[in-house]
């Protein structure tokens, strides 16, 4: 895989991490199965890839982890946004929509090139 | 949500178990997968097979996220030393200007220790370790003939010639030449260079070109300036190449201006201006081949080419030529060496000395150091508590001690920017101080090795005098300390051992000032064999161009001139001036001893004289006579030799009418005419040595000192030159000095040396003094009760102060007797080196301890004094 497509690949994981938190702490799997329904099963990410991406952004401080006890005494790592992670979601999302915005000024303008 | 500091949340990664984690994570991951797909319906094997293949390749999961997770805990625990530095820096700072008397002592006396090692650095630094400057020593490496002597000129070319990884080899030599640029002569000093000198190098010129004469090709007179000479002499002038000036009378083209980087080739030198090697004979009259015998000489190396492969080649070639020549004197060897500094000559005996006194200000660091580590110690008892409660509160010992060592590195670096500032003052006073000789270019000013030195001695102080009381501070054995008063026993222990330890340092220092200023007296009160006072040096210079006789008649006209003007006892000429530091040797064969190993042919000091030399120097001529009007180039070949050659090759024979021949087994014949009393020739300190002197009127030398006897009390310095003048209106100028200031020269490095250990052996004193005052007073203030209770007991006064001396002076006393000891064997080794030293001197065995113990008393006495006049009362409400 080039760097690119793992950069645009992380990105994409990044987004859809933070998204996923903005109803509330979640673990990796809750996460993973969010995804699956949403896109009901369109896309399919490996649930795995999550696992780097969670830890990359904990250590920058997107988000928080904390322990907790499941229902069946498992030891679980709950995800939390934080306020630079819900920033930074805010910035994806505005980053997105001006790009949008241009390619749909472009795909339906009626202006000629000269 | 309240923003956390990253730092803090770096925390939680340095101290969890990150494997176990990632384990739990993974594992709580796939068993929910499981759960819910069985809920859905999936057998259990069906269930964990498809969630794995949900999940993807669990290792290489496993193995990205770990890898995450210690860069992360990488970045983050440099993040926290980062900051752990940050914070002690801050508390550091915080608790030194609480205590703000501790902070000002200790911080001068550490300016003292490292100012003082600061300067001795940079003067070094600026003899031994600068490279050249204006030139790219890149492959550059001087070459010595056996071990420091420079080259003459067959054997530099023969090396050019013949070797292969010698790339290019240069030559340069310094002298004083008469010039005319204004229309009025004087001498300037400048110098010879070989073929390729400027293109060797990579000097980059100023202005015009730099010349390319081959050596053995007469008539090409080119000269090249220096930068500095084309700026004061020539105003800098743009349209200087082309113009012409007036060297030995001769017109020499300006080609070029060398850049202003450039100095010479020789570390130290700055001549006035370059002229070719070639040129040598219009300037001086000698032809190339036998010219001087000094040329320091650099090669550049081909690229690739190493030290030891050159070497080996370079003995090749000696050993070669040594065999095709047999003018040669036997063997020689040819060394390599590299291009910074001064030269090998010089720097042998610069680098001991400069050894030994690193090594003494390294002791008065040392004795600083040991000030505030007591100073710290008694800090430490009083902090006690503070550390404790912190360790009982779960803080580690070591970052504790590197919080401490912190504080201590603050107190190092601001006592050290202070004693970095008063060493810039001093070595620019002492520069400013030097006398200012043009053709002398020697820098002091800083670099960043001295600034890296100066980091270093700070972070070497602050170990010194603070791990030790960091360690002790917060030593774990807690329990006792929270209840212990300041009089701990071993705790006394330690700071007496330290008061010992400066207090041996400290008479070390002051036996080894009380040796050099011994030696440096002792050499003064020496005697020189000769009467300098009343005799005035003036340098003649007849240039090359005049015949012996011409010259001769122009040296008899100059001494009649100068024997008029009133005031004037006598009139002698020589070539050197005694103690100069400047010598001629040769090779002699006196009548009667064989020669069977050519190298063994002895080798005799001589000057050539003429005039009343002997009357006017005050060397009495014991046996036979002085040189005088008979001894003319027609007549017999004569010398008169000192008692100790007369000694050495005529043992117990009278030895007028002997011959010797002057210069090697085929050198001339003279016939001994006289004896003359020894004398000190070349340093006060030397032993007996040969010498023979050869008469003006046989041997024609252009260039000699007129050295004249005047009653004292009269100023005639205007005189005399004007009286030289007469003789030949066309001689420039000579300079005139007085030679008991040439002589002066020659106790100069004594003088120095006793003078920087006599400041050394004052700043040890103070610094030692003030730390066995402050040990005192703290052990005084511990004891204050029990001080109390003795007085109230009935001790008396001087019961009290008996008992704070005993104890104090405990450690004094055994500190002297170390000191002393190590004083004595530092003695004995300098006995061999300097005049005037021996171990037994009462100077060194009584001077040093006496000295320091009567400060020590001192230091001692008043507060015991203070303890003494105590109220008991209060004393004993006070603990």
């Known amino acids: 895989m080039r760097d690119r497509d793992i950069d645009l690949i992380q990105g994409t994981l990044n987004v859809l991490i933070l998204r996923a938190l903005t109803w509330g702490p979640a673990n990796g799997y809750a996460i993973a199965q969010w995804a699956r329904d949403i896109t009901s099963g369109e896309i399919e990410i490996e649930e795995g890839a999550l696992y780097p991406a969670l830890h990359r952004m904990e250590q920058r401080g997107w988000i928080d982890a904390e322990w907790r006890l499941s ?44 | 949500m309240p923003h956390e500091p990253r730092w803090r949340r770096y925390l939680r990664f340095h101290w969890t178990n990150a494997t176990a984690d990632l384990n739990d994570e993974m594992h709580d991951h796939m068993q929910s997968a499981v759960e819910s797909l069985v809920a859905g319906g999936m057998s259990l094997d069906d269930a964990r097979r498809e969630a794995r293949r949900r999940f993807g390749d669990v290792d290489r999961v496993r193995n990205e996220v770990a890898r995450i997770d210690s860069t992360g805990a990488r970045t983050a625990s440099r993040t926290l030393w980062l900051e752990h ?155 200087v190449v082309g113009r012409t000036m007036r060297i030995a009378d001769q017109r020499f083209t300006i080609v070029g201006v060398a850049g202003e980087d450039f100095r010479s080739s020789v570390f130290g030198w700055a001549p006035s201006f370059w002229v070719p090697l070639a040129s040598v004979s219009a300037v001086t009259g000698s032809s190339v081949d036998d010219f001087g015998g000094s040329l320091y000489a650099i090669a550049r190396l081909r690229s690739g080419a190493s030290d030891a492969a050159v070497t080996a080649e370079l003995a090749t070639l000696a050993s070669r030529r040594a065999a095709a020549d047999t003018t040669r004197r036997g063997q020689f060897t040819l060394r390599l060496d590299h291009v910074r500094g001064v030269n090998a000559e010089i720097r042998t005996p610069l680098a001991l000395a400069s050894g030994f006194l690193l090594t003494m200000v390294v002791l008065v660091l040392l004795i600083a150091c040991g000030n505030v580590a007591n100073m710290q110690l008694a800090r430490g008892a009083a902090r006690r508590v503070e550390m404790g409660v912190r360790l009982a509160l779960g803080a580690s010992q070591t970052r504790l001690v590197r919080q401490l060592l912190t504080e201590s590195l603050v107190l190092a670096l601001v006592g050290g920017a202070l004693g970095v500032a008063a060493a ?114 003036l340098q003649l210079d007849l240039g090359a161009k005049r015949s012996a006789a011409d010259g001769r008649a122009t040296y008899a006209r100059a001494a009649e001139a100068l024997r008029a003007v009133p005031g004037v006892r006598d009139v002698a000429f020589a070539e050197l001036a005694p103690l100069s530091g400047s010598n001629m040797e040769m090779r002699v064969v006196p009548d009667g001893m064989t020669i069977t190993d050519p190298s063994a042919v002895p080798k005799t000091y001589f000057n050539v004289v003429g005039g009343s030399y002997f009357s006017t120097m005050g060397i009495r001529v014991v046996r036979g006579r002085d040189f005088g009007a008979s001894d003319m180039p027609s007549s017999n070949a004569v010398v008169v030799v000192n008692e100790t050659a007369a000694r050495r090759w005529w043992p117990g024979v009278d030895p007028l009418g002997k011959r010797l021949r002057f210069g090697g087994p085929d050198g001339d014949v003279l016939e001994v005419v006289g004896v003359a009393r020894d004398a000190k020739y070349n340093s006060y300190g030397e032993d007996a040595t040969s010498f023979v002197y050869l008469p003006l009127n046989q041997r024609y030398q252009s260039q000699m000192i007129a050295q004249v006897r005047v009653a004292p009390g009269t100023t005639v310095a205007r005189a005399l030159i004007q009286a030289v003048r007469s003789a030949d209106p066309s001689l420039a100028p000579p300079t005139i000095k007085p030679l008991s200031d040439e002589i002066a020269l020659a106790l100069l490095p004594a003088r120095i040396g006793a003078g920087l250990a006599g ?121």
């Open chain 2, 85 to 239: 530095l940050r914070q002690d820096l801050i508390y550091g700072w915080r608790q030194l200007s609480r205590a703000p008397s501790f902070a000002a002592v200790a911080a001068v006396a550490i300016a003292l220790g490292v100012g003082l090692n600061v300067t001795i650095f940079s003067l070094l630094n600026g003899l031994l370790l600068r490279p050249l400057p204006g030139v790219n020593d890149d492959g550059l490496r001087r070459v010595y003939v056996n071990h420091h002597s420079p080259l003459d000129w067959s054997g530099l070319s023969w090396i050019r010639e013949h070797s292969t990884l010698v790339e290019s080899m240069v030559g340069e030599r310094m002298t004083a030449m008469p010039v005319d640029i204004d229309g009025a002569p004087e001498r300037v000093v400048a110098a010879f260079a070989t073929r390729g000198f400027f293109q060797t190098l990579r000097v980059r010129m100023a202005l015009g070109r730099a010349f390319d004469v081959d050596d053995r090709q007469r008539g090409e007179n080119v000269v090249v300036l220096g930068n500095a000479m084309w700026r004061t002499r020539f105003n800098a002038d743009s349209g």
């Open chain 2, 759 to 879: 400041a050394f052996g004052a700043v040890a004193l103070l610094l030692a003094a003030s730390g066995i005052y402050g040990v005192i007073s703290y052990m005084v203030a511990g004891r204050a009760r029990e001080i109390g209770i003795r007085t109230a007991l009935g001790a008396t006064r001087s019961a009290i102060v008996g008992l704070v001396l005993r104890d104090g002076l405990r450690s004094v006393v055994f500190g002297t007797l170390i000191g002393l000891g190590l004083a004595i064997g530092v003695a004995v080794v300098l006995s061999h080196t300097l005049y005037g030293v021996a171990a037994s001197s009462p100077a060194l065995l009584l001077g040093a301890p006496g000295a320091l113990l009567s400060i020590a008393l001192l230091a001692c006495w008043l507060p015991a004094r203070r303890a003494a006049n105590v109220d008991p009362t209060i004393a004993m409400r006070a603990e």
């Open chain 2, 424 to 537: 810039f003052g001093i070595v620019a006073a002492i520069t400013r101080a030097l006398p200012v000789l043009p053709e002398v270019s020697l820098s002091f000013s800083p670099d960043w090795t001295v600034f890296a030195y100066a980091g270093l001695l700070c972070v070497a102080s602050t170990l010194l005098f603070g791990l030790i009381p960091a360690l002790r501070a917060t030593s774990p054995s807690l329990t006792g300390f929270l209840r212990e008063t300041s009089s701990g026993r071993h705790r006394a222990r330690a700071r007496n051992t330290l008061v010992g330890g400066q207090v041996a340092l400290c008479v070390l220092l002051l036996g080894v000032t009380a040796l050099l200023t011994q030696s440096f007296v002792r050499s003064r009160a020496v005697d020189p064999g000769i009467v300098a006072a009343g005799v005035m040096d």
């Open chain 1, 71 to 114: 229902p069946n005494n498992r030891r679980a790592k709950y995800y939390r946004l934080t306020t630079d992670g819900r920033r930074a979601l805010k910035e994806r999302v505005q980053s997105w929509e001006r790009l949008v915005g241009a390619l749909d000024t472009i795909l339906t303008t009626t202006t000629r090139p000269v």
